[in-house]
């Protein structure tokens, strides 16, 4: 089954990157008609990103590649349960499926607990913990006025 040489090689990555002090041990690929697109590791630690995680590169690097910010005739590998921000941006590339390997609490028995924004953004903004306010949404609004009435808008 090729799902399984995908998920290995991915799995394979997250390893050689805990063992090359790269970032955390978690890596994931995007995969197209049979073929390997683009391969990412966790790379917060090492370039200070705290949006460097696997699927992040490796969704960056499949968009880069193909052209395209859409993934919808791809597949994505990730050695771990995707976190909210990944997750987020797995939707917004639209892939046509994901598969995952270890699970958000396998993550958190390791030491990585996503559960703090699970529960935080299922709050009202007044009750989180971080402050979020809002602020002049009148003007705001003047941008997406003028990107309805904008022709030759590229549609996402």
């Not at 090359?20 to 630690?45: D, K, S, W, Y």
């Not at 990944?86 to 559960?115: E, K, L, S």
């Not at 949404?137 to 997406?144: D, G, N, W």
Request: hydrophobic share 45%; charged share 25%; aromatic share 8%.
């Amino acid at each position: 089954m090729r799902e399984n040489e995908f998920m290995a090689r991915a799995i394979e990555l997250a390893i050689k990157n805990v063992r090359a002090g790269r970032g955390g041990p978690f890596a994931a690929i995007v995969v197209r008609r049979g073929q390997i697109v683009a391969e990412g590791t966790n790379l917060v630690t090492s370039t200070n990103d705290p949006t460097a995680h696997a699927e992040m590169v490796a969704i960056r690097k499949a968009c880069r590649k193909l052209g395209s910010f859409q993934l919808t005739d791809c597949a994505i590998y990730a050695t771990c349960e995707p976190c909210p921000m990944c997750m987020g941006a797995i939707y917004w590339a639209r892939p046509a499926r994901v598969w995952f390997a270890a699970t958000r609490a396998d993550a958190a028995r390791a030491g990585f607990d996503d559960a703090h924004i699970y529960q935080q953004l299922r709050l009202p903004h007044r009750r989180r913990g971080l402050p979020i306010q809002h602020l002049m949404r009148s003007e705001a609004l003047a941008a997406f006025q003028e990107w309805q009435r904008k022709q030759d808008r590229i549609r996402y």
